[in-house]
T-cell receptor
Framework: DAKTTQPNSMESNEEEPVHLPCNHSTISGTDYIHWYRQLPSQGPEYVIHGLTSNVNNRMASLAIAEDRKSSTLILHRATLRDAAVYYCILSRLYGGATNKLIFGTGTLLAVQP | DGGITQSPKYLFRKEGQNVTLSCEQNLNHDAMYWYRQDPGQGLRLIYYSQIVNDFQKGDIAEGYSVSREKKESFPLTVTSAQKNPTAFYLC????????????FGPGTRLTVL
């Protein structure tokens, strides 16, 4: 399974943009890039995913490098509620139907007021 | 409201006892998953099921068993053969067909004394 590399922790100030990097140099052509986040003692929450093109949704933006070996999750204006562990995950279909998420240790984002 | 429920939130058991963790979803999702999370670590896949009466081992299935008799339910039994059962257990579900996000439950924290 392809792996991802993320910084252990990052800090941001409230109301400022945050760029969370992820390296995935062994990504294959069929791997999707997913981002989930997890608050303490809660289940992970889906943030965004993409394959080749940059993606935007109401929560964040995902910028994918042209060679797909890295990506960046962008939170446009950090709030205190965005403080969480952010996981960058590669996912592919297994058995034709079920995608398998391989979680790393993620990046702990601290947001200062 | 639609969602995934896991009960109980906290569970204590004596060493050597089997224990069953509940996971129910009313999202009409075909695929369901069980993950284990240890402190400071990412999630690891225990078992997954793509359809009723079918399930597959994940990366750390030893010492665990599951059943999928109903679409809505995917209980996980932690047996006495599991060497280090104390952990945070998370259940997830996903509609099949493409790269849909996984929806996670709130988790059950199991402590074996």
């Amino acid at each position: 399974d392809a792996k991802t590399t993320q910084p252990n922790s990052m800090e941001s100030n409230e109301e400022e943009p945050v760029h969370l990097p992820c390296n995935h140099s062994t990504i294959s052509g069929t791997d999707y890039i997913h981002w989930y986040r997890q608050l303490p003692s809660q289940g992970p929450e889906y943030v965004i995913h993409g394959l080749t093109s940059n993606v935007n949704n109401r929560m964040a933006s995902l910028a994918i490098a042209e060679d797909r070996k890295s990506s960046t999750l962008i939170l446009h204006r950090a709030t205190l509620r965005d403080a969480a562990v952010y996981y960058c995950i590669l996912s592919r279909l297994y058995g034709g139907a079920t995608n398998k998420l391989i979680f790393g240790t993620g990046t702990l984002l601290a947001v200062q007021p | 409201d639609g969602g995934i429920t896991q009960s109980p939130k906290y569970l204590f058991r004596k060493e050597g006892q089997n224990v069953t963790l509940s996971c129910e979803q009313n999202l009409n999702h075909d695929a369901m998953y069980w993950y284990r999370q240890d402190p400071g670590q990412g999630l690891r896949l225990i078992y997954y099921s793509q359809i009723v009466n079918d399930f597959q081992k994940g990366d750390i299935a030893e010492g665990y068993s599951v059943s999928r008799e109903k679409k809505e339910s995917f209980p996980l039994t932690v047996t006495s053969a599991q060497k280090n059962p104390t952990a945070f257990y998370l259940c997830a579900s996903r509609p099949t067909g493409g790269y849909n996000e996984q929806f996670f439950g709130p988790g059950t924290r199991l402590t074996v004394l």
